[in-house]
């Protein structure tokens, strides 16, 4: 095999608030971590299993850092992609440890917010681009073309004016 591939990709929700720390260099981390979750019906009992994984994540690319600062909050879902990386450190017991991360490196990685902000407190929806308010409804639906008809409002009337009358003239771009 020519090369290798570290790749990690998560979805789920944050266990806790976003945590900035800067180095003596000026550049930050930003850290939190996220819990995915594997459900399954037992087949002895019938009953309903879940199993959580937490990951700790360091994001280290000055943008989709800013974003988590800003809008990441406990219990927000989001997609993520990152790497793999182990670190060696002394607990405070003197005893050596290892700990592997989810990291997302500065010139490469994602970061997703997949409900609204503050972690679907109904505060309004983040859409990549901007904020927009009215809920997660909207999420992934840049245009109010692309919108569902029951989110764009009423049709345009049938009889009486032409549609670009009854079309809005400020366009948004």
């Known amino acids: 095999m020519a090369g290798s591939v570290n790749k990690v990709i998560l979805v789920g929700n944050l ?9 003596p260099s000026g550049d930050r981390v930003v850290s939190f971590s996220v819990a995915t979750s594997d459900t399954w019906r037992d087949k002895a009992t ?3 299993r879940e199993r959580t994984e937490w990951h700790n994540v360091s ?3 000055e943008a989709l850092g800013k974003i988590a600062e800003q809008y990441c909050r406990k219990g927000a879902k989001i997609y993520l992609e990152g790497q793999l990386q182990t670190r060696e450190y002394t607990d405070k017991d003197g005893n050596q ?3 592997t991360d ?3 490196p500065r010139f490469r990685g994602e970061l997703t917010l997949l409900d609204s902000k503050g972690g679907g407190r109904g505060e309004g929806a983040y859409e990549g681009g901007g904020y927009q308010s009215g809920g ?3 999420f992934g639906r840049s245009s ?6 029951a989110e764009r409002g009423p049709a345009p009337a049938a009889s009486g ?3 670009s009358d009854q079309l809005d003239d400020d366009i948004p771009f």
Do not use: Q
């Not at 266990?15 to 180095?23: H, K, L, M, S």
């Not at 109010?144 to 008809?149: F, G, L, Q, T, V």
């Open 59 to 61: 994001v280290f690319n």
């Open 144 to 149: 109010p073309m692309e919108r569902a008809p």
């Open 136 to 138: 997660a409804g909207s």
């Open 161 to 163: 004016g032409r549609l």
């Open 102 to 104: 989810v990291v997302i």
């Open 97 to 99: 440890r290892k700990a």
């Open 46 to 48: 019938g009953e309903r």
């Open 15 to 23: 266990g806790r608030d976003p945590e900035v720390r800067t180095f």
